[in-house]
T-cell receptor, first 116, second 114 residues
């Protein structure tokens, strides 16, 4: 079946612009995660949704970062007033299981954001 | 919070030899330890995982071992092939209600020499 998809795959933004990154999880997956991966580093957790509820946003680096999943399926990560330090690959993952369990997370290909 | 250390950062082995990547974690409550393979320009791919009630798990040429006392887990790849060349990440999580995010190590760049 289809895996996790993300769009766009590449995004170039001028400093100060707003961007929106989309994630389509695997159908039926309850949990959705966003991670940020800097060049040469491991992914870092940003935020977690169980269905439409955002249960953990402890990893969001500033109030310029906002995520939503209004219908419990597709999710959007929005970054306002982008800064150069926001340049990274943004990864989305989905999992069949619910909060408190240890379920496999499947990742999408990522969106590479470059802020100039 | 959880902290995951991964070694080595780069590992070069001859084709056909074995490769071992090691990770340590800090949170004794962690009970799920996945390993991911990431190729250039792609997202991480889950290759094997282990839960804390198991000491070892094997899937063909790949095996993972877990030592809960030492808070240490390792990935073993036998009979390495050129297609095994990639960056490998270990991760850990201590699932709590509303908080299932993975904590990743910094990655190991595995190079298979022909």
């Amino acid at each position: 079946g289809a895996g996790v998809s993300q769009s766009p795959r590449y995004k170039v933004a001028k400093r100060g612009q707003d961007v929106a990154l989309r994630c389509d999880p695997i159908s039926g997956h309850v949990s959705l995660f966003w991670y940020q991966q800097a060049l040469g580093q491991g992914p870092e957790f940003l935020t977690y949704f169980q269905n439409e509820a955002q249960l953990d946003k402890s990893g969001l680096p500033s109030d310029r970062f906002f995520a939503e999943r209004p219908e419990g399926s597709v999710s959007t990560l929005k970054i306002q007033r982008t800064q150069q330090e926001d340049s990274a690959v943004y990864l989305c993952a989905s999992s069949l299981g619910t909060s408190g369990g240890s379920y496999e997370q499947y990742f999408g290909p990522g969106t590479r954001l470059t802020v100039t | 919070g959880e902290n995951v250390e991964q070694h080595p950062s780069t590992l070069s082995v001859q084709e056909g030899d074995s490769a071992v990547i090691k990770c340590t974690y800090s949170d004794s409550a962690s009970n799920y330890f996945p390993w991911y393979k990431q190729e250039l320009g792609k997202g991480p791919q889950l290759i094997i995982d282990i839960r804390s009630n198991v000491g070892e798990k094997k899937d063909q040429r790949i095996a993972v071992t877990l030592n809960k006392t030492a808070k240490h887990f390792s990935l073993h790849i036998t009979e390495t092939q050129p297609e095994d060349s990639a960056v490998y990440f270990c991760a850990a999580t201590a699932p709590r209600i509303g908080a299932d995010g993975l904590t990743f190590g910094k990655g190991t760049h595995l190079i298979i020499q022909p």
